[in-house]
Nanobody, 118 residues
Framework: EVQLQASGGGLVQAGGSLRLSCLAS????????IGWFRQAPGKEREAISC??????TADYADSMKGRVAISNVKNMVYLQMNSLKPEDTAVYYC?????????????WGQGTQVTVSS
């Protein structure tokens, strides 16, 4: 059974940092990509970053570019978030593109809440 577990969210003051973790399990192949997304109340979900396990390349969306770094260690993917702002408050999700390309995400985790206070 494929499972994604996102963790590491919490309450942080503006300017602070958090590191989110996503544990992926149940995949029969290591050739997948993991992305991070977020959704704030009343807003559409937006992409943050994605990493391809086949070559360790990563993409960053404009949403948080320059303030986040994605990394992969075995079946864990981390999203280091720095210089957080109140507008970064959202539920953060990890998702897997089983095709490995950071294009179509077919498995989703449950989300972890990030709240940034001013």
């Amino acid at each position: 059974e494929v499972q994604l577990q996102a963790s590491g969210g919490g309450l942080v003051q503006a300017g602070g940092s958090l590191r989110l973790s996503c544990l992926a399990s149940g995949f029969t192949s290591d050739d997948y990509a993991i992305g991070w997304f977020r959704q704030a109340p009343g807003k559409e979900r937006e992409a943050i970053s994605c990493i391809r396990r086949r070559d360790n390349t990563a993409d960053y969306a404009d949403s948080m570019k320059g303030r986040v770094a994605i990394s992969n260690v075995k079946n864990m993917v981390y999203l280091q978030m720095n210089s957080l702002k109140p507008e970064d408050t959202a539920v953060y999700y990890c998702a897997v593109d089983s095709g490995g390309l950071c294009e179509v995400f077919d498995y989703w985790g449950q989300g972890t809440q990030v709240t940034v206070s001013s």
